[in-house]
């Protein structure tokens, strides 16, 4: 089992949540914080999960994940509702960085993810979780790639357009069946009318 699959099984499963996606990262900081476990004290690796309840009305948040040295289990640290999230800085937005930073109502984090591609691919699944998720206050998205937004925004398309194909065929079966409906009683009366005619020819 690889490490997301273990934390969506042991952090947010218990809590009847859904983890929709993570990425591993380390501080943008001086302080140095190892990346690997690589045998030093207390180092450990961090991962930011996003994550929504199964209960209705459904809940998303960001968790901040870690695993220490010589731990199988991971631990569950701070937590934010998706509305205190207030920005998502990709740093640049002309080329492949794994750079981001995290501004929310009440912290500021800066982050290096384990690969750009591992950032692009949460950075898509957090603007689709906002638009899914948030009626209003949606965080903003800056120094973004457009392949990024662009990605997300065709997700968020695409489901919008799957659900408006869906009602639109759910009309279209409803107008069917009116005219089956109706072509189904025109054949009724017309049976009824040939056959009164019949009657009558025979009397």
């Not at 943008?28 to 309840?53: D, H, W």
């Not at 640290?77 to 998706?82: C, E, G, H, I, K």
């Not at 998205?141 to 695409?158: E, L, Y």
Request: aromatic share 8%.
């Amino acid at each position: 089992m690889n490490a997301k699959s273990a934390i969506s099984k042991e952090i947010f499963a218990p809590h009847d949540e859904r983890m929709l996606g993570a990425v591993q990262v380390k501080r943008r900081t001086k302080k140095k914080i190892p990346f690997l476990a690589t045998g030093g004290q207390g180092e450990y690796l961090t991962y930011i999960c996003l994550s929504v309840t199964n209960k209705k009305p459904a809940q998303a948040s960001i968790t901040k994940v870690k695993q220490f040295e010589g731990s199988t289990s991971f631990v569950r640290r701070t937590q934010w509702m998706l509305e205190q999230l207030r920005q998502v800085n990709g740093i640049d937005p002309n080329r492949d960085s794994p750079e981001f930073d995290l501004l929310f109502e009440n912290a500021f984090d800066q982050w290096v993810a384990s690969t750009a591609s591992e950032k692009c691919t949460f950075f898509q699944v957090l603007h689709h979780t906002c638009q899914r998720y948030l009626t209003d206050k949606k965080p903003e998205f800056i120094n973004c790639q457009s392949k990024i937004m662009g990605a997300a925004d065709s997700v968020t398309s695409a489901v919008q357009k799957a659900s408006q194909a869906l009602n639109e065929r759910g009309e279209r079966l409803g107008r069917a069946e009116e005219k089956t409906e109706e072509l189904k009683n025109s054949a009724q009366q017309f049976a009824e009318t040939a056959h009164k005619l019949a009657m009558k020819h025979k009397c």
